[in-house]
């Protein structure tokens, strides 16, 4: 059979590669091949149709039986439903300074969510309940937003990845101050890959409440989904998802996305994959004179230090973003269509640039 003809025409090279996002590579073969399987034919709008209900299924079987799934658009929108939908007009959300919440949605849990953002800085990017102590106070103090939830992220922006004791600890501690937590897992299969246990291992076992479940960044197309997990800790889901403009007409689309991804292995593949070529690139770096890495290399993310004239001179060549540019500081993503040759000939690169 022909493939259907378009009248689109590609506009970019695709041998183009980078290290910039995750985001930046394309969609996995698969994901585009459930995309065609549900296309066709009319079914339900606005989240009736067969393939969001058989994502229920497929997500109780990683977050267990007490899991429900709302498919959203993307990750800020996942992160600003999650938190408006376990947290009063009056809450506050207790994050790390560098979460993805407070540096890079614009505001939008703020702005759109009508929330306040209680940080803390981390050497890191985890918390700890120790950390979580230095805002967690004052709930009988009107003055004051009260802290109702404590948000983490798995892996975190900085590529560290919370162990299942960890957010045990954290969950047992917020719990213990009548707090609620969610989990931002924007790259939480980078982060069970990393582990090797199930992603149900530090979600739902250790008493996560809520949690927003990337796709894009791990070969959807577009689309990620809110998880209740606590049913007793939300209400009123459906109306938030639609009211912060996040409810999907032809929702099909978003979940066969995910059950594609979840319904075997196929998240596990790509997160294992994309970790692997930061490893490879991670240990390709540490051979060049005058590049320090500076984080644990534990995800699909690689943190470096190096001189600003070599990366200003690199991006010409890769693309990829300054983290601190007054520091030197920039970060490598690795994607699950990351390549040894693609990683090979950066660090080739690198080498070139640095000798210049």
């Not at 899991?67 to 600003?80: D, H, R, Y």
């Not at 207790?94 to 919440?101: G, L, V, W, Y």
Request: net charge negative.
């Amino acid at each position: 059979m022909n493939p259907p003809k378009t009248d689109a025409r590609r506009h970019h090279d695709p041998e183009i590669r980078g290290f910039a996002s995750d985001n930046y590579a394309g969609a996995h073969p698969e994901v585009l091949a459930a995309i065609a399987l549900a296309n066709g034919g009319h079914q339900i709008s606005y989240g009736e149709d067969d393939y969001t209900a058989h994502l229920q299924q497929v997500i109780r079987g990683h977050f267990g039986a007490t899991a429900e799934a709302f498919p959203v658009f993307n990750g800020t929108g996942a992160n600003v439903v999650a938190l408006q939908a376990v947290t009063d007009r009056w809450g506050a959300v207790i994050c790390a300074e560098s979460a993805h919440i407070n540096v890079d949605e614009c505001g939008a849990p703020e702005r759109v969510g009508g929330l306040k953002l209680l940080t803390v800085p981390t050497p890191d990017g985890k918390l700890t309940p120790e950390l979580i102590d230095r805002q967690a106070y004052g709930w009988d103090d009107e003055h004051r937003a009260m802290p109702q939830v404590v948000s983490i992220t798995q892996n975190t922006e900085l590529g560290t990845v919370y162990t299942v004791d960890e957010i045990r600890a954290i969950c047992e501690h917020a719990h213990a101050h009548g707090m609620k937590v969610h989990l931002d897992g924007s790259r939480i299969a980078n982060a069970a890959a990393s582990l090797n246990v199930p992603m149900r291992a530090f979600t739902n076992a250790v008493g996560v409440d809520i949690l927003s479940l990337g796709g894009t960044k791990n070969g959807a197309l577009f689309g990620e989904a809110v998880v209740v997990i606590n049913q007793d800790a939300v209400s009123h889901m459906k109306h938030l998802r639609k009211l912060s403009m996040q409810l999907a007409s032809k929702m099909r689309f978003v979940s066969v996305q995910l059950e594609a991804l979840l319904a075997k292995d196929l998240w596990l593949r790509n997160a294992r994959h994309a970790n692997e070529m930061a490893q490879r690139l991670a240990e390709g770096v540490r051979a060049v004179h005058g590049v320090e890495i500076l984080y644990p290399v534990q995800a699909n993310a690689v943190f470096a230090r190096l001189p600003h004239d070599v990366s200003a001179r690199l991006q010409k060549r890769y693309r990829f973003y300054f983290w601190d540019e007054a520091a030197g500081d920039v970060r490598w993503m690795c994607s699950f269509d990351t390549t040894e040759d693609d990683v090979d000939g950066f660090v080739a690169a690198l080498k070139e640039e640095m000798a210049r």
